[in-house]
């Protein structure tokens, strides 16, 4: 069996869901932010399939940018979730309800 | 994807430059500030940026004639009259912000340069976003623009709500991201190209490929990441959270420019590349159409009744914003009927889309309106923004209260105000496509115009007719006196006066169409 664009594509898919799902159900929020950190990296996946797929170089820049991008998310991502956590010792995303009372 | 760079290029995003050297400047500013000090200089000085960036606008826009449009950086970006327009709303945003957010920090002990600089590099990021052509380049300005706006909603750091507010924003902004983006993979396995005009000549050159599964579920999760930004139900959960534990001037600035920006890139998106007779979707091509309506009733419904039982105000403010982002998706309905390029049709594209911005235009100055008499309600770190805590201020401070009253009057659309006439015209444009489900659609968001009457009007009633039950600390403030007359004049100006601006919109959708 030869590996072709549907494999890269089924396999960025399940990443895709399994993050997705990641974001939904975990109440961690650094584990819910490694689940979005996962729907980027399907999403490179994807591209660089279709890169290869469609012979051209576009995908490949495209997921650097994405990475570079997902960096800098990282960066301030990772102080807010430091600044929750000092102020309320917990990284539960479910306790973070002030505003529904 | 070719990308050649020429030094007259950057005349096309001097506006974007402006602001970002501003936005550097104001950050070493904080640096070199003495502790003690206050910040209201280096606001001063983003003021100052904005009103630059404000003026190459409107002089770039004197330039433009007849059929503009000036691609950048090998087609990566694109000048036009769309993306002055847009430039304009965000220089005036900045600025608004800036002057709104002087005081109020130091009232809140947040007083920090850095606000300065992160609402300037927004504003840079909000119009490099409308004006990229390729989806790619759009990504990254989009996260230009978000990732300030993410820092800033948790901005005063006393404020527990805010910090809880910055990390929703943030995971649900992210989410957001990661879907828009694997909108944009499927669409360029599909096409071979990320540039908006290629990914149309794809769709003009073979008709089946509107109908591939791939493109459907691409463009389907493209609309789900800027439905996100907009705060389109079902994706509108985190707005109510996040509007009210963000900053009061943060939260009008996302209220005004983080909507246009995602409105601006849903108009060059949809209107113009995949209008409704480019995709066909589902059975005879009506999927896609019936998919906006579902949106488009649904966030308008979503919106008001949940604005309803609010007496939080920001969060009231906050599910009204949902309920605008239905309306306004009428406009982007209709204007996706017609088409820019075809004799026939290019009427109902221009007339639906400049609907559309000209109600941008008034929605962003009628929440700083509101928005600006509701800041000055708090002090270290917390905001009084309960209904009650409005009642007898009528009297107390009676020009704060005389802006609340006209903006919130202007967001429900009473005449003569900016905000009736962007409805007016949204929906006499909806009509004038004589589609019966069009007409529906138009009867359903006059009905919702007028469920919002209830909950604008209540908080009216408090600041003229109740006797308060409390004290409540209400600082003064001459940046938010300020950005009250700015305001109310723009609001005034667009409701007795549209003609001028109504054209300036007109000229800006024309400038979108392809070529």
């Known amino acids: 069996m030869t590996i072709g664009l549907t494999h890269y594509l089924v396999l960025a898919a399940v990443l895709f869901g399994i993050g997705s799902i990641g974001v939904l159900v975990r109440r961690n929020a650094i584990v819910v932010f490694m689940c979005i950190e996962l729907m980027l990296n399907a999403v490179n996946l994807t591209f660089i399939a279709f ?51 | 994807m070719e990308i050649t760079f020429q030094a007259s290029d950057l005349w096309g995003i001097l506006p974007a430059l402006i602001l970002i050297a501003f936005a550097s400047v104001a950050a070493l500013m904080e640096v070199f500030a003495r502790p003690d000090q206050s910040r209201g200089f280096i606001a001063g000085f983003g003021a100052i940026g904005s009103l630059v960036a404000l003026a190459v606008s409107i002089w770039q826009w004197t330039g433009i004639e007849g059929a503009y449009q000036v691609p950048l950086f090998g087609k990566m970006l694109v000048m036009d009259a769309f993306s002055t327009f847009f430039n304009g709303i965000f220089a005036v945003g900045a600025l608004l912000a800036c002057l709104l957010g002087g005081r109020y920090l130091r009232e809140h002990k947040a007083d920090f340069g850095e606000y300065t600089a992160l609402v300037l590099f927004a504003a840079a990021g909000m119009g490099l976003m409308v004006q990229s052509r390729d989806l790619v380049v759009m990504f990254v300005n989009l996260e230009i623009m978000s990732i300030p706006i993410y820092v800033l909603s948790g901005f005063v750091r006393k404020n527990r709500r805010g910090a809880e507010s910055a990390l929703k924003y943030f995971l649900m902004g992210s989410v957001a991201s990661a879907v828009l983006l694997y909108g944009v993979a499927f669409l360029y396995g599909m096409t071979g190209s990320t540039d908006l ?35 389109l139900a079902p994706f509108h959960l985190w707005t109510p959270d996040v509007y009210d534990g963000a900053p009061t001037p943060v939260t009008a600035f996302m209220a005004a420019g983080v909507k246009a920006a995602g409105f601006a890139v849903m108009v060059r998106v949809f209107a113009v590349t995949f209008g409704f007779d480019a995709l066909e979707f589902g059975a005879d091509g009506k999927g896609w159409v019936g998919l906006f309506y579902a949106l488009a009733v649904a966030t308008m419904f979503a919106g008001n009744l949940a604005a309803i039982p609010q007496v939080n105000v920001k969060r009231m403010l906050a599910y009204s914003s949902i309920a605008h982002a239905g309306y306004l998706l009428v406009g982007i309905i209709t204007g996706a009927f017609g088409d820019l390029g075809s004799a026939t049709s290019a009427a109902t594209a221009i007339g639906g889309n400049s609907a559309v911005l000209y109600y941008l235009l008034t929605y962003a100055f009628s929440t700083f309106l509101v928005l600006a008499a509701i800041s000055l309600f708090g002090k270290d770190g917390e905001e009084f923004v309960h209904i009650s805590d409005f009642a007898g201020f009528g009297f107390k401070r009676p020009f704060v209260a005389l802006a609340l009253t006209l903006g919130l009057l202007s967001l429900a659309g009473i005449p003569p105000l900016g905000g009736f006439f962007a ?93």
Do not use: C
């Open chain 2, 423 to 515: 409805k007016f015209y949204l929906f006499r444009e909806a009509m004038a496509l004589q589609k019966p489900e069009m007409v529906w659609l138009t009867l359903l968001a006059i009905v919702n115009s007028m469920i919002a009457l209830y909950y604008y009007l209540r908080v009216i009633v408090f600041l003229y007719m109740k006797e308060p039950t409390r004290e409540v600390p209400a600082f003064e403030s001459k940046g938010a006196v300020a950005v009250m007359i700015v305001a109310l004049a723009a609001v005034l100006l667009l409701g007795l006066f549209p003609d001028g601006y109504v054209e300036m919109a007109r000229r800006s959708v024309e400038s979108l169409a392809l070529r």
């Open chain 2, 197 to 231: 005009v290629a990914m149309r000549e794809a769709f003009d050159a073979d008709k089946a490929l509107g109908t591939s599964l791939l493109v459907k579920v691409g463009m389907v999760f493209l609309l789900g990441g800027l439905a996100f930004k907009v705060a």
């Open chain 1, 51 to 101: 890169s290869r797929f469609r012979g051209t170089m576009d995908g490949h820049v495209i997921a650097f940018f994405v990475m570079a991008v997902a960096a800098a998310e990282a960066a301030v991502g990772l102080a807010i979730i430091l600044h929750l956590f000092r102020t309320r010792k917990s990284l539960n995303v479910d306790e973070a309800n002030l505003m529904r009372h």
